[in-house]
């Protein structure tokens, strides 16, 4: 179900992209994971832009899970104070499967405000797609690449 916290749209540099796809096919066999900082607006709401995109080691080193290492997440919180943005998502990679979060994915979608972004490397090409989740609704954001 499409809501209205579908929102914000995504923004990404192609350095971003970049930087978020390179990790991806980096961490295979095993599914990657990173962090996303970027500015949160008035709302309280990451406003889909990022500053930051910042590779994580995925301490599950699992095929079908991933943990992002709490030194990672600990290092991207000072990172992101220092700018004096947020945490505002994360992304992580499905090896064999569509880029649609998995049971799993609902479940630790802890939280309501974040971006959930998905690398499918299924195909010859990858696909990202990115998400808000609440409770168990899954809502699909826009994702614009920045070609500036
Ligand atoms: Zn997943």
Redesign the pocket.
Known sequence: MTSEFAQPTLRLTESQYATIIGNCYDGLPN?ACGLLVGPLGGNAEPTGAVSEARPCRNVDASAV??TVDPRDMLGAMRAAEARGDEIIGVW?S?TH?DAY??P??VRQAVDPAWLYV?VSLRDQAPVLRAYRIRGEGIAEVAVELDRG
Do not use: G, L
Request: net charge negative.
């Open positions: 599914e899970t991933y992580h499905h499967t979060p998995s799993t994915d998905i």
